[in-house]
């Protein structure tokens, strides 16, 4: 049986660290010790599939309850790739996030600011045959974290990915354009590469946009790529 | 070229998309002859000693091979003392890499507040012969650094592994 064709290692500086000195839980949380190199097996190159059938789609976040939550409408959508710009379809993605004062209905947010009995801040869809995805959503509100004094997190939504492999496993956040919190945050600015953090930054679009409802904001994500590039002679520099 | 998303953290309040049943891999009724069903546990502490409990815990096995009845991957939050428990098949060996074949395993994904990218390892089961020429147990030269990446029996059908995220019996993490 010949062997899996592996993912390609990250590009240098486009992902965070483990540990990383202005965002506190880091310290306690890190290894000390170098990770281990672990060539790509079948348990690394496959990953799970999961049907629509049993985990059904929540594409509207603000119809999962008996009334509309408070805040601005707004629509995110985008497309799903790889490295070498070939769509992943029918891949599932997980999103959560704050209401729209900046409070989870999470059982551990104490932040002093209403909770939204219409708003219990998850979703859940699937990319088409293209890659495309889009949801129905309010815009989160900024809030206050304990990681320094007067620290607040920049306005996000958390988005969870498979992908094809488990190696391409990503969890990340969609920040907004043009909110003064991002050049204070540490764990935006967690990854060194600028183009790598602006990439996490939506877009207004106005094509996503429907007129009279609501905005939309236009998100890309790209997964790992498998196999070698084309500028890559397998290390003999 | 695009380049791959930065990862970001998980968060403390990931659990907006926990569903509990997604730590019993045998949910959808996997038949008798798929496989032998095991309970995994185990315990996350951090460089403190701390209990993990804000940690979203993931395995995948690609063994035996996933279906409609047994997704081979599950997810599980840690409780007030950092444990997390699992109900799944008993993985069989793998092919590795040419012609070898690796033990019987779980992969472990991390993610939790503080880690800004996910943390990976593996569960091996103590007292399984392939372990001796599994190519990562093989590898790591340390038997202590070893047996961080192998659970132990812990009562019929149950296995457990903690882990730790640092300092003294730090597991062994991969990068893939």
């Known amino acids: 049986m010949s062997d899996p064709v592996p993912f390609r290692p ?17 310290h306690l949380r890190h290894p000390k010790r170098a990770l281990r190199r672990l060539p790509q097996t079948v348990s690394e190159t496959t990953g799970p599939h999961f049907a629509p059938a049993l985990f059904p789609a929540i594409g509207d ?5 008996a009334g509309a939550p408070l805040g601005e409408r707004i629509i995110v959508g985008g497309r799903v790739t790889d490295e070498d710009g070939r769509p992943v379809p029918n891949t ?10 900046g409070r989870y209905a999470h059982p551990r947010d104490t932040h002093d600011a209403p909770a939204d009995p219409n708003f219990p801040g998850e979703g859940r869809v699937f990319t088409d045959a293209d890659g495309h995805y889009r949801f129905v959503s309010i815009k989160p509100g900024a809030y206050p974290w304990r990681n320094h004094h007067n620290a607040w997190r920049p306005v996000h939504i958390h988005f969870s990915l498979f992908g094809s492999g488990f ?30 953090r602006d990439r996490l930054v939506s877009r207004f679009d106005l094509d996503l946009t429907e007129p009279e409802w609501a905005l939309g904001y236009r998100f890309d994500i790209v997964l790992r790529g498998r196999g070698a590039t084309p500028f890559e002679d397998g290390g003999h520099h | 070229m695009p380049v791959a998303t930065a990862s ?11 569903h509990a049943e997604m730590a019993d891999l045998t949910r959808f009724g996997p038949g008798e002859e798929m496989g032998e069903r095991i309970t995994v546990t185990g315990r996350i502490t951090d460089g403190a000693g701390a209990p993990v409990s804000d940690a979203a815990v993931e395995i995948w096995q690609a063994s035996p091979p996933p279906d409609d009845r047994f997704p081979g991957y599950g997810r599980c939050a840690t409780d007030g003392e950092g444990r997390f428990r699992f109900v799944t098949l008993r993985p069989e060996p793998v092919p590795g890499l040419g012609n070898q074949t690796q033990a019987p395993h779980l992969s ?6 503080g880690l800004m990218t996910a943390l990976r390892t593996r569960l091996y089961f103590a007292g399984e012969a392939l372990n001796e020429t599994d190519p ?5 030269e340390d038997p202590a650094e070893r047996a961080t990446l192998v659970a132990q029996p812990a009562g019929p059908g149950t296995w457990t592994l903690d882990i730790r995220l640092q300092g003294e019996g730090e597991t062994v993490f991969l990068e893939v």
Do not use: C
Not at chain 1, 12 to 25: F, N, R
Not at chain 1, 92 to 101: C, G, K, L, T
Not at chain 2, 108 to 113: F, H, Q
């Open chain 2, 108 to 113: 472990i994904v991390l993610l939790a507040r």
């Open chain 1, 10 to 26: 990250f590009v240098a500086g486009t992902q965070p660290p483990l540990d990383h000195a202005a965002y506190g839980s880091t």
């Open chain 2, 8 to 18: 970001q953290t998980i968060g403390p309040y990931w659990h907006l998309i926990e």
């Open chain 1, 92 to 101: 599932m993605i997980e999103v959560w996030q704050a209401n729209a004062a």
């Open chain 1, 61 to 65: 976040l603000t119809k999962q309850a």
């Open chain 2, 136 to 140: 990562l147990l093989a590898s790591i």
């Open chain 1, 167 to 196: 190696a391409q496993r990503l969890i990340t956040q969609m920040y907004f354009p043009g909110d003064p919190l991002l050049a204070l945050d540490p764990i935006y600015h967690g990854v060194a590469d600028a183009g790598a």
